[in-house]
């Protein structure tokens, strides 16, 4: 039994440092990627109940020198952990403005709002305000077309504090979205606080909304919970025509998903605006 258990333990350390080996390994491809130039936006729309474009959410890509592509639900976390989030982060808001830039020359793109994604540690780095400010500079950005997507965790944690530097942000004309609506704490209390524009429903209670009366229960109250706070409110993970048909029966009137258009790549997101038309 001693030798088993000797044997678990070299085993398990063996797997241990292949698993350290691995992450450094990624950290490393991360910061070739940087360099390199690796990581991509894609655009995924957001419609309104007319199915014409609101805006879209920008959402990273890895593509990897071989062609691949390396998921954000595997990197993102791990940049989050090791701080390379913050020049990947840049980089993403960089990118989103450069892009807001040039919709702005063209009539059928002009009036899109773009939502970028912001983790925890790049909301709560000093200099944050300080980079928004000089990209919306740089680019020369009207208020209201760049959209933060924070999530409930992010804004929970040392809240006067956020409350602070969303202030600062909605003084350069920032918009905010509370991104996962519904999976975190949702305490009335801070969220009446919070200068929040928009509830963003999780994707986990649109998938079931078929099937699931409760589901729908939810999205109702979300809704009317929004709307008495004065917020708007959008479903992700919007697949099928059914899921549509409840939420509009509970109120959301925008949405998000694939049945609208996946994340896409920057001139096939521009095709399928042409096509649907901007609000
Ligand atoms: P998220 O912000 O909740 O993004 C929504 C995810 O749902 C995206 O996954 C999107 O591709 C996917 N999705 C969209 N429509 C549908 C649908 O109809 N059905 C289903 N099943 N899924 C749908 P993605 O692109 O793999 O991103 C995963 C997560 O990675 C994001 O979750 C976000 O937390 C993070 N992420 C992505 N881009 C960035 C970024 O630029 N910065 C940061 N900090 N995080 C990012
Ligand atoms: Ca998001
Ligand atoms: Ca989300
Ligand atoms: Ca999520």
């Known amino acids: ?5 000797r044997n678990a333990m070299r085993f398990f350390d063996q797997q241990m440092q292949d698993n350290i080996t691995a992450r450094a390994q990624l950290e490393e491809q991360m910061c070739l990627a940087l360099e390199q130039d690796q990581f991509r936006l894609y655009y ?10 609101l805006g879209a959410e920008a959402l990273i890509r890895w593509e990897q020198a071989d062609g691949g592509f390396v998921s954000p639900a595997q990197f993102i976390p791990l940049a989050e952990e090791t701080g ?12 989103a ?15 899109l709002v773009l ?10 780095q000093h200099q944050f305000v300080e980079h928004v400010r000089h990209a919306l500079q740089r680019y020369h950005l009207p208020p209201g077309v760049l959209k933060l997507e924070l999530t409930e965790s992010i804004l929970v944690d040392n809240i006067e504090e956020t409350i602070a530097t969303m202030k600062e942000l909605k003084a350069l004309g920032i918009k905010f979205s509370l991104d996962d ?37 939810i999205v109702s109250t979300i809704t009317g919970m929004a709307t008495s706070l004065n917020l708007d409110v959008i479903a992700e993970g919007v697949e099928t025509q059914v899921q549509r048909q409840r939420l509009e029966a509970a109120g959301c009137l925008h ?13 096939e997101f521009e095709q399928l605006v042409r096509r649907c038309g901007s609000a």
């Open 115 to 124: 939502a970028i994604n912001v983790s925890a540690r790049q909301f709560r």
């Open 255 to 267: 949405y998000q998903g694939y049945l609208f258009g996946r994340p896409l790549p920057l001139a």
């Open 84 to 95: 390379l989030i913050l020049p990947i982060g840049d980089w993403v808001l960089e990118q």
């Open 44 to 53: 995924q729309v957001q419609v309104d109940r007319q199915g014409r474009a």
């Open 97 to 111: 403005c450069a892009q807001l830039h040039a919709w702005r020359r063209d009539p059928a793109m002009c009036e």
């Open 181 to 217: 609506f519904g999976t975190g704490y949702s305490s009335l209390q801070y969220l009446k606080r919070l200068p929040l524009d928009q509830l963003k429903i999780d994707q986990s209670f649109v998938r079931d909304l078929a099937t699931d009366g409760s589901d729908q229960a």
């Open 1 to 5: 039994a001693k030798k088993a258990g």
